[in-house]
């Protein structure tokens, strides 16, 4: 399975890296306008994008066909997919992190409140679109799993509406954003 991740970490880094440039320019750029520590939500769906870009990859070299004679188990493949996918998501998300800790060291007002907030919003919705569309990669073409991944990201941004909805009906939400979107990230990790 190491073999199979390098493989698409091979793939992913020609891709990873414009897109981890394009971030920290996006939040340099985003904190004239919004709170930077916002970028945290974009960052981690951004770079998961790679994770497709493999599998779309896989497919068009017909990689699939050639790994069945390998000793490596259909499981062990999508395991490996889900791995590459967090794995990317938490790069994502640490290439985030340092423009919120460049503008923190010249007086930006970002607050641990906003990061863990933005921060949990983010990996719950990324986590949420992965588990839609990573198993769909696999039950469709590359190209109807591409429109299921874009979709999946607005699937999990409804779930997570009626998650917070759901919570609101337990506790006032308003006062507990960071508890209830921890409840949130709990849920989506499962």
């Known amino acids: 399975m190491k073999g199979v991740l390098v493989k698409d970490l091979y793939i992913a880094g020609s891709n990873i ?14 904190s004239f306008l ?6 945290l939500v974009l960052a981690p769906v ?18 699939n066909k050639n790994v069945i004679t390998m000793p490596v188990s259909r499981e062990q493949i999508i395991g490996e997919k889900f791995l590459l996918y967090i794995l990317l998501a938490v790069l994502g ?17 970002i607050t641990l409140h906003s990061l863990c907030l933005y921060g949990s919003i983010g990996i719950s919705a990324t986590l ?3 588990g839609i ?12 799993s591409q429109i299921v991944f874009m979709m ?16 609101n009906l337990v506790f006032s939400v308003k006062e507990n954003t960071i508890l209830t979107f921890n409840i ?3 849920i989506s990790v499962i």
């Open 184 to 186: 949130v990230l709990v």
């Open 17 to 30: 890296l414009v897109t981890i440039v394009s971030l920290i320019v996006l939040g340099l750029g985003l």
């Open 46 to 63: 951004a770079s998961t994008t790679a994770a497709f870009i493999s599998i779309t990859s896989d497919a068009a070299s017909k990689w």
């Open 152 to 167: 999946s990201f607005m699937a999990s941004t409804g779930i997570i509406t009626g998650l917070v909805l759901l919570a």
């Open 93 to 109: 998300i640490m290439t985030a992190l340092i423009p919120c800790v460049v503008l923190a060291c010249f007086g930006e007002d």
């Open 128 to 130: 949420l679109a992965g």
């Open 34 to 39: 919004l709170e930077t520590s916002a970028l």
């Open 133 to 144: 569309s990573l198993p769909c990669a696999y039950l469709f073409d590359p190209e109807k």
